[in-house]
């Protein structure tokens, strides 16, 4: 599986992060399906209660609510966008699941009311150069969690504005 991080989203957890210093904070990570295994992250929900230095507890109710609003936003299409799983902070320790969190996210994708194929756990963690590290998981019913590869997208917006600060470098040298 693929999961691709755009960079309104990075900038939005990294905003986050910053906020909650040594708190952990979570949410959703709602997706749009681009081919195949991969994915692209359309929108992360914040939970910012729930966290302490060292744990993060989800809020059901909660997460059911920003489902509903996502999917009335997208027209409950969910072929396209749907929710792909949840993602919580590590800021004193890398970016890895601990026990806790594989098998919390093992529970909820084997649970028949839940009702999803698989399940994303997105860790994330800002360092004191204000760079996020991250690392995924994906969960499937019965069977071992696997790596996930993340990859960035350039927002389409920052190309067009790298691209014409390196012109109007160039030009103004002559």
């Known amino acids: 599986m693929h999961l691709v991080l755009t960079q309104p989203i990075l900038q939005r957890l990294r905003n986050e992060l910053g906020e909650a210093r040594r708190r952990e904070i979570g949410g959703l990570l709602l997706g749009e399906h681009l081919e195949g295994e991969t994915f692209r992250l ?8 729930g966290g302490s230095a060292v744990h993060f507890v989800r809020d059901p109710a909660l ?13 409950a299409d969910y072929t396209r966008f749907n929710y792909l799983g949840e993602w919580h902070s590590h800021p004193s320790f890398e970016p890895l699941p ?3 969190d594989i098998n919390t996210m093992q ?4 649970d028949p009311a839940v009702g999803v194929n698989f399940l994303v ?3 994330v963690r800002l360092t004191r150069w204000k760079q996020i590290k991250v690392s995924a ?4 019913a019965n069977m071992q969690p696997e790596f996930v590869q993340v990859s960035t997208e350039s927002d389409e917006s920052d190309r067009k504005g790298w691209i014409a600060a390196k012109l109007l470098r160039i ?4």
Not at 42 to 49: K, N, S, Y
Not at 63 to 75: A, P, V, Y
Request: net charge neutral; hydrophobic share 40%.
């Open 42 to 49: 359309a929108e992360v929900t914040i939970q910012r209660t």
């Open 63 to 75: 997460n059911q609510e920003q489902l509903d609003e996502f999917f009335s936003r997208t027209g």
């Open 121 to 123: 756990l997105l860790l």
């Open 98 to 100: 601990s026990s806790t």
């Open 137 to 140: 998981m994906m969960f499937r």
């Open 107 to 110: 529970s909820i994708v084997e």
């Open 171 to 174: 030009f103004s040298r002559r």
